[in-house]
C-alpha cells in the first residue's frame, strides 16, 4: 500500500476524531450508551442461543439414551427337528424279582438269630429262632386233652357194643341204645377237635424257626436275641427283609405320547450313573392294560438278568425306551414362558416383533423340551425371555445369536 493511501485513510480518521471533540459531552456520552447496550444485547442473545442450543442437543441426547435403553436385546435359537427314531431315556427304579418282608407267626422272644444284613440264603435257610413258652405250654394241653377225649372215647365205644349185644336179647329200650350212641359219636366228634387243635398248636410252634421263604440277599435286620416278638403285620415290625437280586424288576412310568411304540418282549437298556459306560440288557415282560389318570402314563415292567449283582434293587437308573413315531421339535427349556393360559415359547419375526405361541410339550427332557405342535422350524425363539414380554413388543436380536441344536446364549 503506497504512503498516498495510508494518508487518505489516516484523514476520515481525524476528522471523526475532531466530529467527535466537537460534539457536546451530552450527546458523545449518550452515543457510547447506545454503543454499550447494543454491545450487551448482542451478548445476551448469543447467550441465548447458545443455552437454547446446548438444551436441543441434550434432549437429543437424552432421548436417543432412554431410546437404546428402552430396546430390549434377545437371543434367539431355532427348533431342531428330530428324525422320529432312537431311544428316549426315562427314568426307572430297581426292585428285586421277589421282595417280602419276613414277620412271625408265633409270639416269644428271640432266641438267636443266624443271618445278618447282606448275607446271601437259600430257600428253607433258618434265619432265627424264638423261645415260646406259652405256645410249649399249649401244646402239652391239648396233647393232654386229646388223650383224655381218646380215653373217654374207647369207654363209650365199649359200652354202645355191650348196649348193642343186650338190644338183640331185648334187655335194653332203643331210647337206651340211641344215648350210648350219640354218647360216642360226641366223642369221636370231641377227638377230631382234639386233633385239630393239637395240629393247629404244633404248626404254630414249628414257626418258632424263622426260614427264608426264596433264595435271596438279606436287606434288613430288625431284631436282636432278647426281643419280644408279636405275631402278626398288623402292628409288629418285620424281622427281616429278604430280596431275590437275579433276576431284577424295572419299573418304569412311560408317557402316553410313547404308550404305542413298546410291546411285550421288546429289548431295552439300563444304564445307572454310578456305573459309567455299563450298558445293561433288558426285556419288557409286562405292560399295564391301561394309562394312568394322574400321570397319563403307562407302567410297563423290564426284566433286567443280573447274575454278577452289580445292580442292586431300590437304585436308580435310565432306561432306553424306543422313541417316538413321528418327528418333533425341540427347544431348550429355559425359552418356556409359564402364563395363566398355559405353556408359551416367544417368537420374534424378521421385523423384531414378538408374538407369543401356544405350545403343546410332549415331553420334558431336562434341558430340553420336545413340542408336539405350535411352533415351525423355520420360527426364531428367544431363549431366557422376561417375564414382561408380551406380543407385539419390538426387540433387536443379539448379533450372531441365532443357533441350531437347540443350543443358545443363556
Do not use: C
Not at 437404546?68 to 428316549?88: E, F, H, K, L, R
Not at 406259652?134 to 381218646?150: H, K, P, S, V, Y
Amino acid at each position: 500500500m503506497t504512503e498516498k493511501t495510508h494518508a487518505s485513510l489516516a484523514i476520515p480518521a481525524r476528522e471523526t476524531e475532531q466530529g467527535e471533540h466537537q460534539l457536546p459531552p451530552r450527546q458523545r456520552e449518550w452515543k457510547r450508551a447506545k454503543i454499550a447496550v447494543v454491545i450487551v444485547f448482542v451478548l445476551l442473545v448469543v447467550g441465548t442461543l447458545r443455552t437454547v442450543i446446548a438444551n436441543v442437543m441434550q434432549n437429543r441426547e437424552v432421548t436417543a439414551t432412554a431410546q437404546q435403553n428402552a430396546t430390549q436385546y434377545v437371543n434367539i435359537v431355532t427348533p431342531t427337528q428330530t428324525d422320529g427314531s432312537g431311544n428316549t431315556l426315562l427314568p426307572g427304579t430297581l426292585r428285586g424279582y421277589v421282595e417280602s418282608p419276613i414277620y412271625a407267626r408265633a409270639t416269644g422272644y428271640l432266641l438267636h438269630w443266624y443271618a445278618d444284613i447282606g448275607a446271601r440264603v437259600k430257600q428253607g435257610q433258618l434265619l432265627a429262632e424264638l423261645d415260646t413258652p406259652e405256645i410249649d405250654q399249649e401244646l402239652a394241653q391239648a396233647l393232654a386233652q386229646r388223650q383224655q377225649i381218646n380215653s373217654s372215647l374207647a369207654l363209650a365205644k365199649s359200652s354202645l357194643e355191650r348196649w348193642q349185644q343186650l338190644r338183640q336179647r331185648d334187655a335194653v329200650s332203643q331210647q337206651e341204645l340211641d344215648e350210648r350212641q350219640s354218647t360216642y359219636t360226641q366223642d369221636l366228634a370231641n377227638l377230631a377237635a382234639a386233633d385239630a387243635n393239637v395240629k393247629r398248636l404244633q404248626q404254630l410252634e414249628s414257626f418258632k424257626r424263622i426260614v427264608a421263604p426264596f433264595t435271596g440277599v438279606v436287606t434288613q435286620r430288625n431284631v436282636d436275641v432278647g426281643d419280644l416278638i408279636d405275631a402278626g403285620s398288623g402292628t409288629s415290625r418285620a424281622l427281616f427283609a429278604l430280596a431275590q437280586s437275579d433276576p431284577l424288576r424295572v419299573y418304569v412310568q412311560l408317557p402316553q405320547a410313547y404308550a404305542q411304540n413298546v410291546t411285550v418282549g421288546q429289548k431295552v437298556v439300563v444304564t445307572q450313573a454310578e456305573l459309567p459306560g455299563q450298558q445293561f440288557n433288558g426285556t419288557i415282560t409286562h405292560m399295564s392294560g391301561a394309562i394312568d389318570v394322574p400321570t397319563r402314563s403307562l407302567q410297563i415292567e423290564v426284566t433286567l438278568p443280573n447274575p454278577d449283582d452289580k445292580l442292586r434293587p431300590g437304585a436308580y437308573v435310565q432306561v432306553a425306551v424306543p422313541a417316538a413315531a413321528h418327528a418333533r421339535l425341540t427347544v431348550p427349556g429355559n425359552a418356556l414362558l409359564f402364563r395363566a393360559e398355559g405353556p408359551r415359547l416367544a417368537v420374534v419375526d424378521a421385523k423384531g416383533v414378538v408374538s407369543l405361541h401356544k405350545v403343546v410339550i410332549a415331553q420334558d427332557l431336562g434341558q430340553q423340551l420336545e413340542i408336539e405342535s405350535g411352533i415351525d422350524p423355520t420360527d426364531r425363539v428367544i431363549i431366557n425371555p422376561s417375564d414382561s414380554i408380551a406380543d407385539g413388543d419390538h426387540v433387536k436380536v443379539q448379533p450372531q445369536s441365532q443357533q441350531k441344536n437347540g443350543k443358545g446364549a443363556s
